[in-house]
C-alpha cells in the first residue's frame, strides 16, 4: 500500500469540507484560506484551492465579494451562501458520523483482528 498515496486522498476528500468549516465563521480571501489551511496543517497548494472555490462558488455553495486593499488591488472574499450553509451542516452530520465508526473501529481493533 502507498500510504502517501493514502494521505494524499484523504486531504484531498476533507478540502472542500474544511475549506466550508473557515467560511462558515467568515469572509476570506483564498490566500487567507491557504494561510489558515496551513496553519491547522493541512497540506493545500494555490493551484487546489483556486478550481475548488470555484467549483463552490458555481454549485452555488459560495458566494463573493470585493473588498479594497491596503496593500494592492481589490480581493475577491468568499463566504457561504445559504445553501452552502445547508450542505455544511450536512457534511457536519456526515463527518461526526465517519469520525465516530473510525474511533469505534479504533477502540475495538483487538476485538476485529486477529492478533
Not at 452555488?60 to 468568499?78: D, F
Not at 477502540?107 to 486477529?114: A, F, K, W
Request: hydrophobic letters at 40%.
Amino acid at each position: 500500500m502507498n500510504v502517501d498515496n493514502a494521505k494524499s486522498q484523504m486531504r484531498k476528500g476533507m478540502l472542500e469540507y474544511c475549506v466550508m468549516l473557515l467560511l462558515r465563521k467568515e469572509a476570506c480571501y483564498a490566500s487567507d484560506i491557504i494561510v489558515r489551511l496551513k496553519a491547522a496543517e493541512l497540506i493545500v497548494v494555490e493551484g487546489t484551492i483556486y478550481p475548488l472555490l470555484t467549483r463552490l462558488k458555481n454549485d452555488g455553495l459560495l458566494s463573493y465579494e470585493w473588498r479594497e486593499s491596503t496593500q494592492g488591488p481589490p480581493r475577491k472574499y468568499y463566504i457561504l451562501t445559504p445553501s452552502g450553509e445547508q450542505v455544511l451542516a450536512q457534511l457536519d452530520a456526515a463527518w461526526l458520523s465517519l469520525t465516530t465508526t473510525v474511533n469505534r473501529l479504533k477502540g475495538t481493533e483487538s476485538q476485529i483482528l486477529p492478533n
